[in-house]
């Protein structure tokens, strides 16, 4: 007989977009969180770093940090998470205010020393393991939805720091897509004019979009290009 | 007996960082393409769209077009994904080249009507279905190193198109950190300061960068985080 092979969590892991976020429970700075009580009813942002006291961990969080005010005023929840310990977490957060100016970590930072919640929530990086050999998490940034699921992921090895300006830009994006029938185009920015989705046909378009919208005239007339302007 | 159960691929998708990109056979623009072959031993960008003729992937397919010549000069290749046919994609490309002017799509573009690639690729975004009801790709962009690992990846829903600039630093940043013992720092952009790797001592820092370094003074004294300059 056979055994069942399942593939080992390490080289399948499942998190990716549409997935429900697990709703663990973790150890943190500012206490015990459960993943979906904490995400509540606002988008979230779970993001990893490879370790506390590492040079651009310490440069991303302040960047993190700084972002707060804009988060907040669009209802974004951060939380951090590492394999270092609470007490690691709060030692480090004095360099990380002391090398950005201005930035006030006010956002949990849970504790994942035995590395089941980085597996969980595909954030492990093969290529970085610590002194003991234990792996290490990756750069990865999860923008979770209201609902509890994935709406985007960013995947990035520890040599590369997150764009905080890209951060904040595809969070606005899935906010609109959120609200209103419409699409961000490449390079969008907060205020550019937007695209309306595929499935809204002209007659609801002008019902939906009374600030009007304009059709791109292409090769193929398709006539599926509509731009529109949306007040934030 | 019972069958041994396997999560399906559209649950737990493998594909993230550190992966080996698996070496399909795919019909593309250009012709028969296996993934390995194409990659060779360059960087490339493997990256899906939701589908011909709908809006953002027209404007994001031009965007792509338009950093040819970027991202020739760092020897990076480009392969594009969707679940259209290849006579599809070349009478569309005709739309995203007119809608960007100066673009030329001169990269391949995949078609993957049986939905077998976009999967172990984990490119399929479960909210975004075709009129027949058949999954379709979200807009997944993978940056695969010459090893034919998956060294970054950035998963967004079909509502948020990407932006250029990012998907040009990521690629820059990873083809210096694969160069020289440095990461990059938060927000960072080509031409900033880099950071040197925490397993790089001061002593091997005096020689590998004899350009010298700037050590920040942190609260914890502990001298991790040191910026240098690298010229392009």
Same mark, same amino acid.
Not at 43 to 58: G, L, N, Q, R, Y
Not at 124 to 143: C, M, N, T
């Given at each position: 007989?056979?055994?069942?092979? =399942?593939?080992?969590?390490?080289?399948?892991?499942? +998190?990716?977009?549409?997935?429900?976020?697990?709703?663990?429970? %973790?150890?943190?700075?500012?206490?015990?969180?459960?993943?979906?009580?904490?995400?509540?009813?606002?988008?979230?942002?779970?993001?990893?770093?490879?370790?506390?006291?590492?040079?651009?961990?310490?440069?991303?969080?302040?960047?993190?940090? $700084?972002?707060?005010?804009?988060?907040?005023?669009?209802?974004?929840?951060? +939380?951090?998470?590492?394999?270092?310990?609470?007490?690691?977490?709060?030692?480090?957060?004095?360099?990380?205010?002391?090398?950005?100016?201005?930035?006030?970590? =006010?956002?949990?930072?849970?504790?994942?020393?035995?590395?089941?919640?980085? $597996?969980?929530?595909?954030?492990?990086?093969?290529?970085?393991?610590?002194?003991?050999?234990?792996? +290490?998490?990756? =750069?990865?940034?999860?923008?979770?939805?209201?609902?509890?699921?994935?709406?985007?992921?960013?995947?990035?090895?520890?040599?590369?720091?997150?764009?905080?300006?890209?951060?904040? =830009?595809?969070?606005?994006? %899935?906010?609109?897509?959120?609200?209103?029938?419409?699409?961000?185009?490449?390079?969008?920015?907060?205020?550019?004019?937007?695209?309306?989705?595929?499935?809204?046909?002209?007659?609801?378009? $002008?019902?939906?979009?009374?600030?009007?919208?304009?059709? $791109?005239?292409?090769?193929?007339?398709?006539?599926?290009?509509?731009?529109?302007?949306?007040?934030?």
């Amino acid at each position: 007989m056979i055994a069942a092979v =399942r593939p080992s969590i390490s080289t399948m892991p499942g +998190l990716t977009i549409g997935d429900t976020i697990p709703d663990l429970e %973790l150890e943190t700075t500012h206490g015990k969180i459960k993943i979906h009580d904490y995400v509540g009813d606002s988008f979230c942002i779970i993001f990893s770093h490879p370790a506390d006291f590492t040079p651009v961990c310490t440069t991303e969080l302040g960047g993190m940090a $700084k972002c707060m005010p804009e988060f907040q005023k669009s209802g974004v929840k951060l +939380l951090g998470v590492s394999c270092d310990d609470v007490e690691s977490h709060k030692e480090w957060i004095k360099d990380v205010e002391s090398f950005t100016p201005g930035s006030h970590v =006010r956002y949990p930072i849970a504790a994942d020393p035995k590395r089941e919640a980085i $597996k969980q929530l595909n954030m492990v990086d093969p290529d970085e393991k610590d002194a003991e050999g234990k792996p +290490l998490p990756s =750069r990865a940034l999860h923008i979770v939805g209201p609902d509890r699921k994935v709406k985007a992921s960013m995947l990035y090895p520890a040599s590369t720091g997150r764009s905080m300006e890209e951060v904040v =830009r595809v969070v606005q994006s %899935l906010q609109l897509a959120a609200k209103y029938m419409v699409a961000t185009p490449v390079n969008w920015k907060p205020g550019d004019p937007v695209v309306i989705s595929p499935g809204v046909s002209d007659e609801e378009a $002008k019902r939906m979009f009374p600030q009007g919208f304009e059709v $791109k005239d292409l090769p193929s007339k398709k006539g599926y290009l509509r731009f529109t302007q949306i007040e934030s």
